[in-house]
């Protein structure tokens, strides 16, 4: 296989398995953080503004990871370096 | 396709580039400017105040509460820097709903200015704040062994600023282009509704964060107070 060739398949699929994996794993602790804050809600409404406050500055948190991850795979895709090496010769 | 508003290029002349980021940076500086100027050039201090100071007012007390809770005991000191940050992240968030405008903070060199600009703010107030030899005393915490990971730290928490910025709002400009070529009718508005969210949430987190590192280095660690605080527990 020529390397242009063997680059864009490495790129494509690294691309595919990144946003799977870093949308799955975020995924998840969002699901915990948010279960946990609606269960201390329930039981102390009172303090509901400032455990909203806190959850949703930690959700942007955990979402800036999947954010990372996309990130890489736009990288990957539409400004990879090697494949413009490559191209470039 | 375009990652960043700096591939629209209006002018270049050797190394000197001015792009779509720079011309809608100095657009909303200037509106920003003019704007204050405007409104703060009849402050009255009587009980019947004009509309828009109201507004600012409220804006800027809203801030230095925030500055206070966080921990920073004067926000005067610090509201200059971090009340800029969030107001220009926030605006330049803001203006999405405008059609045909492109963030500034979804190319990658204003985030990354923005971030360099937190990174050496934080030496800047903690030498102010505390001395020279306090703020690197506090590299030295817990102990000596961890300097080198505090110098790591202090590193990559630049680049996740720069880099969560960057990514959440190309990323939700990017959703909507893709959205506009597959169901243009009304998802991409929701998207865009979406994106206000998300983008006043980062000005949140980017101005909380700054005030979280300025505040880790400018308090000096007390031996008294500490053990006044573990006594009242």
Request: charged residues 10%.
């Amino acid at each position: 296989m020529e390397s242009s060739t063997l680059i864009a398949i490495a790129s494509i699929a690294t691309a595919g398995i990144t946003t799977a994996i870093g949308v799955m794993m975020p995924a998840i602790g969002q699901g915990k953080s948010i279960s946990a804050a609606l269960n201390s809600m329930a039981q102390q409404p009172d303090s509901a503004p400032t455990i909203t406050r806190t959850l949703f500055v930690g959700l942007a948190m955990l979402e800036s990871l999947s954010i990372y991850c996309f990130v890489i795979s736009m990288i990957l895709i539409f400004a990879n370096p090697f494949w413009s090496h490559v191209i470039a010769k | 396709m375009k990652l960043s508003p700096d591939e629209t290029i209006f002018w270049q002349y050797g190394f000197i580039t001015i792009n779509l980021t720079v011309v809608t940076t100095w657009m909303l500086m200037l509106i920003m400017v003019v704007g204050s100027w405007l409104i703060t050039r009849k402050l009255k201090k009587n009980i019947h105040v004009s509309h828009w100071q109201c507004i600012l007012e409220m804006i800027v007390i809203a801030i230095k509460n925030q500055i206070k809770e966080i921990g920073l005991n004067k926000p005067e000191k610090f509201i200059g820097f971090i009340g800029t940050l969030f107001l220009f992240i926030a605006l330049s968030n803001l203006c999405i709903i405008f059609p045909g405008y492109e963030a500034p903070t979804g190319s990658l060199s204003t985030t990354a200015a923005l971030a360099i600009c937190v990174f050496l703010a934080v030496p800047f107030f903690g030498i102010a704040e505390v001395g020279i030899l306090g703020y690197l005393k506090s590299y030295l915490q817990p102990t000596f062994i961890m300097l080198p990971f505090n110098i790591i730290s202090e590193i990559s928490r630049t680049l996740a600023l720069a880099i969560r910025l960057f990514g959440n709002i190309m990323s939700g400009g990017m959703i909507v282009s893709i959205l506009l070529t597959i169901a243009p009718l009304i998802f991409p508005i929701l998207m865009t509704i979406l994106g206000l969210i998300t983008g006043i949430v980062q000005a949140y987190i980017f101005s909380i964060l700054a005030i979280v590192y300025i505040a880790a280095a400018t308090q000096e660690s007390k031996p008294e107070k500490k053990k006044a605080i573990i006594k009242t527990q």
